[in-house]
């Protein structure tokens, strides 16, 4: 069950852990210029409380919606992933969680990657396309 494999506290340290790690990155970051850390940290613990089981308390779009106007390439996807598992790591998530998790997120995988800007689409008339180049790190 979801309080099984840590509950809702265990999502809030994870995701506090990989979004420190996100806002840190060199190329992940750009992603998220004027969004405020904690809104996201919120809405992602909502969203995988949600989608591993929980309580449904999550208000925000779909991800395919939520990341229509953001290119997200193969690579993209995954240096996310590997900062997602080094935050599994230092939470000390249960493997149950971990294994639940990966699995949802390759099943959005297909839905979210997009090869370039011309895949994507506004979400608003105000909405940029996100697209940065991977830095020289």
């Not at 995988?109 to 370039?116: A, I, P, Q, S, Y």
């Amino acid at each position: 069950s979801f309080e099984q494999m840590g509950g809702r506290s265990s999502l809030i340290i994870i995701n506090k852990i990989f979004y420190d790690k996100v806002y840190q990155h060199p190329w992940l970051k750009q992603f998220f210029e004027n969004i405020p850390q904690q809104y996201i940290e919120d809405q992602h613990v909502d969203f995988m409380q949600k989608v591993l089981g929980g309580q449904n308390i999550y208000a925000g779009k779909a991800p395919p919606a939520a990341h229509m106007h953001i290119v997200i390439t193969e690579e993209v996807f995954e240096v996310r992933q590997k900062l997602l598992i080094e935050a599994f790591n230092e939470a000390k998530a249960s493997q149950q969680l971990i294994d639940r998790w990966l699995t949802l997120d390759q099943s959005f995988k297909r839905v979210l990657l997009k090869e370039g800007p011309s895949q994507c689409k506004r979400r608003f008339n105000t909405d940029e396309i996100l697209h940065f180049k991977k830095p020289k790190l």
